[in-house]
Structures are given as structure tokens and as C-alpha cells.
């Protein structure tokens, strides 16, 4: 039997929303790599399934009382509920609706479906330790105990428990039941790669065990610890007859789509006319984020921030070489700049005693060098000589941070942040018509904790952080 207690002062959900995130956006950026997605198309795609998750996991949750604030005041509700449920319904509507706009055929939501499992294993951790979902009681040796200050023990001792009581009842471990169905779910999902060649099979087949997966846990969950209600109608609550209907229907769909032949898919390749569209989205989505802000927390908008950079510098490194004219530089920075203008003023307000503030940077280079390269060594008349290749190479880089700080107890700092940075570099061979361009593209997340005296820190470095030519 274990013990959970929330006095430690640390918000375990948004310190696991913030890894499962961040580790999942790389891990979508980089298969969608490997499978040869445009990365500017991509990182939209990306972001605008993580803007609509986020609004999804809220609106599935509002009581009256929210949704005549966002109709009558035009103001979007912070709230602490959340539906994983609906936030993964609006994020296949935001990829869906993203698709349509920059006119993409493949069917991405095979890929997008691995990283939903993953990131809900990685998640659940804050989920048990902040005690917002919970089980029924249970005598099994390892059920979970909440200690005062906690939403469960809140519960109990409103009415199921003496208020003299310090500990809740022996109750079911939910979320780590959801961990070990979560990472099942992913396992199989990687293991039946090769007989979901169909385009649209893994993406039912992940939905399918996600529905039944909720469907038998919601046996051992408290009602209380669920945003949505938990009425019951012939033995069975409302939530588990929609997730058994649905269940039945996705697999349904998988089976007939297995016995059908294979579609291709043709995908389109980019124009500039592509690029307008993308730059239109990218506006859009920026001013979304800023529209519904109030109702992000800290974390959740950090999360936003950092996710919307990958878009905005391959943007910018795309249009640097593209509008090459040096007198339209200036005007086109400015232009690519606008989106960041929009984020910068995307920060929830909140009505916390912690002190805390947002800083945001960024940098920008390029330029063009020349070059020599050698090879073939051999006797010339006068000693070893070669032959020689001459090379014109021009590169654009560019950076872009974006980091949290939280004052606790005069001298206490604490800061999350992320700095992506991320170049190409074009190369000409003059006594040829070849040229080629190759990108570069790098994550820094890190986290680090001071006091007075004493800190420490930690980060990570991912991404192609190096060109090497092997030519």
C-alpha cells in the first residue's frame, strides 16, 4: 500500500504534461522526417493538432456557467477539468482541417495516432501523484492513500470519511493501470506496422484499443474523479455505453477497411502558392492562440510557444532563400515576424502569488563564403597535386528561445524553457550546374533550479545538429 502526499510543493501534472509534450512533439517531427513529410507542413499540422487537443480537452468540460462567458464576453475560461477524450476528437479535426487547407493527400494520422498512446503513458505519473483521477476502493496491496490537501482526500472527507481521518481509503492506482494499458497499446501499434500497410488501418486500429482500453478502466474509476458525469443506465455509466458504441463502430470500420485493397495516395509537391496558404495559417493559428489564452495555464501555454517555433524558423529560413532581392529583406523579416509579435503577447494571466515572468529571444545570421576542396592526390612535376572543385556556399541560421521563471521564497528560481535553433546551408558547385541545400535543426529543452547558495540543471540537445558532406 502506498502513500501519496502533496505537500512537497511541486506540481507533478504540469511537470509530466511538460515532458510527455515536448518528448512527443521531437518524436513526431522526427518520423514524419524519416517518412519524407515537408517539415514546414509538418510542424503546422503538429501545432495545430496540439492548439485544437488542448482547446478540445476544455470545451468537452464547460458547465453553463463557461459557455455564456465565451458567448456573451467572448472570453475563453481558465479551467482545471480536462477529457483527454475530446481534446484527441479536436486534434483529429484541427490535423484533418490543416490538411485541407495546404491541400495535402496522405493520410498523416497514422503517424500523429503512435505518439497519443506514448504521450499518455508519460503523463499519467502527474495524474497520480496530483490525485486528479482515482480509482474506487480496493484491497489490493498496492492501492494508492491521498493525505490531506488533495482532491481525493477533499472528496472523501466531504462525505465518505470522518474529517479527523488523514489518509483516504485504500484506493485503485487508475492512472498507473492506464500506464501499462497505454504502453501495450503503443508496443502493438509499432509490432503490426507490416500488416497496416492501408492507409487509415493504424489510425482506427489505435482508436479502437484506446476506446475499449477507457471502456473496461472506467469499472474501477471513481465518478467523481471524471470531468464527465458518471450516471448509470442498465449497469453501465453514460460515458461507457458512447465508448462501447464507438468502440464497436471503429472496429468495424478497421475490419472492412483490412479486407479492402490498397489506396494510393498522391501528394502534391509545393508551390508558392503552398506557401501563401502556409503563411496564412500560420498567421491564423498564432492569433487562435492569443484569442484563447486566458484559459491556458502556464505550462500549457509554454508547451504552445514551443511547439509553434519549429514552424515560424523553417518559415523563415524557407523565405530567406526564396527572396533573395536585398531591398525586400527588411520588409520580409518584418512580415515573418508578425506571427512571433502574436505569440509574444500569448500569456495567460493568473491570479497567482508566485512571481513569475516569460522571456523570449531570438537571433538571426547569414551569409556566403567560398571554397576549395581537394582530392585526388597524385605526382605532379613539382610534387603531389590535385584535382580541385570550387564551391559557392551560403547559409542562414537563426535561433529562437522561449523560457518560464518562477520567484518562490525571495531567492528560489525556477525555469522551463526551450531554445530551437535551426539553419540551411546552400552549396554550388561553380564548374557545374549542381547546387543542393541541406537543413539543419536542433531542440534545446532544459529545466534548472536555483536557491540562494546552490543550483542545478538539466537539458538536452536533439536534433541534426551537424553537416557533414560525404561526397
Known amino acids: ?57 476544455k470545451l468537452v468540460t464547460f458547465r453553463r ?29 484541427g490535423i484533418e482541417l490543416t490538411k485541407s487547407w495546404l491541400k495535402i493527400r496522405e493520410f498523416v494520422l497514422d503517424t500523429y495516432v503512435l505518439a497519443v498512446p506514448l504521450g499518455l503513458a508519460i503523463q499519467k505519473p502527474g495524474c497520480l501523484l496530483a490525485g486528479c483521477c482515482f480509482g474506487i476502493p480496493t484491497s489490493l496491496p498496492w492501492g494508492v492513500q491521498y493525505t490531506t490537501g488533495t482532491s481525493v482526500h477533499h472528496h472523501w472527507i466531504s462525505g465518505l470519511t470522518p474529517v479527523t481521518e488523514m489518509l483516504t481509503p485504500s484506493l485503485h492506482p ?15 501499434l509499432i509490432r503490426s506496422g507490416h500488416f497496416l500497410r492501408k492507409p487509415g488501418s493504424r ?64 501528394n502534391y509537391p509545393e508551390t508558392n502558392g503552398s506557401m501563401r496558404r502556409k503563411y496564412v495559417l500560420l498567421l491564423l493559428l498564432a492569433l487562435l492562440l492569443w484569442a484563447v489564452k486566458d484559459g491556458f495555464s502556464p505550462a500549457e501555454m509554454l508547451v504552445m510557444n514551443i511547439k509553434l517555433l519549429p514552424a515560424v524558423v523553417l518559415f523563415g529560413m524557407d523565405a530567406w532563400i526564396r527572396f533573395t532581392v536585398p531591398r525586400f529583406r527588411v520588409a520580409g523579416i518584418a512580415i515573418l515576424n508578425l506571427p512571433l509579435l502574436i505569440m509574444g503577447q ?22 556566403y563564403f ?50 530551437l535553433y535551426g539553419g540551411v546551408v546552400h552549396e554550388h558547385e561553380l564548374d557545374q550546374t549542381l547546387s543542393s541545400s541541406h537543413y539543419l535543426l536542433g531542440l534545446h529543452p532544459y529545466f534548472d533550479a536555483n536557491a540562494r547558495w546552490i543550483g542545478g540543471g538539466i537539458g538536452l540537445n536533439i536534433g541534426r545538429l551537424r553537416y557533414i558532406p560525404t561526397d
Not at 7 to 21: E, N
Not at 348 to 366: E, I, L, M, N, Y
Request: charged share 15%.
Open 174 to 188: 487508475v492512472p498507473l493501470y492506464e500506464i501499462l494499458v497505454y504502453l501495450l497499446i503503443f508496443v502493438v
Open 1 to 57: 500500500m502506498f502513500i501519496i502526499d502533496k505537500h512537497s510543493g511541486i506540481d507533478w501534472y504540469s511537470f509530466f504534461y511538460l515532458i510527455s509534450s515536448i518528448f512527443t512533439f521531437i518524436l513526431l517531427l522526427y518520423l514524419g522526417w524519416k517518412k519524407g513529410y515537408p517539415l514546414l507542413s509538418w510542424s503546422l499540422i503538429l501545432f495545430t493538432g496540439a492548439l485544437f487537443f488542448i482547446i478540445g480537452t
Open 65 to 93: 456557467e463557461e459557455w455564456a462567458l465565451l458567448f456573451r464576453e467572448g472570453l475563453f475560461p481558465l479551467t482545471t477539468n480536462r477529457s483527454a477524450l475530446g481534446g484527441l476528437l479536436f486534434a483529429i479535426l
Open 346 to 367: 500569448s500569456v495567460p494571466t493568473t491570479a497567482s502569488s508566485t512571481k513569475h515572468f516569460h522571456s523570449f529571444g531570438t537571433g538571426f545570421t547569414g551569409g
Open 370 to 419: 567560398g571554397e576549395t576542396a581537394r582530392y585526388n592526390e597524385h605526382e605532379g612535376a613539382c610534387g603531389p597535386t590535385y584535382n580541385r572543385k570550387y564551391f559557392e556556399e551560403s547559409y542562414a541560421v537563426g535561433s529562437l528561445n522561449y523560457s518560464l521563471h518562477f520567484f518562490t521564497d525571495g531567492y528560489n528560481r525556477i525555469t522551463y524553457g526551450a531554445t
Open 203 to 266: 489510425f482506427l486500429l489505435a482508436l479502437t484499443l484506446l476506446t475499449f482500453s477507457r471502456f473496461f478502466i472506467e469499472f474501477l474509476r471513481d465518478p467523481v474523479g471524471s470531468v464527465i458525469p458518471g450516471t448509470q443506465f442498465l449497469g453501465l455509466k453514460i460515458i461507457q455505453w458512447v465508448l462501447l458504441v464507438a468502440g464497436i463502430i471503429l472496429g468495424s470500420l478497421l475490419v472492412r477497411k483490412l479486407k479492402r485493397g490498397v489506396v494510393r495516395l498522391e
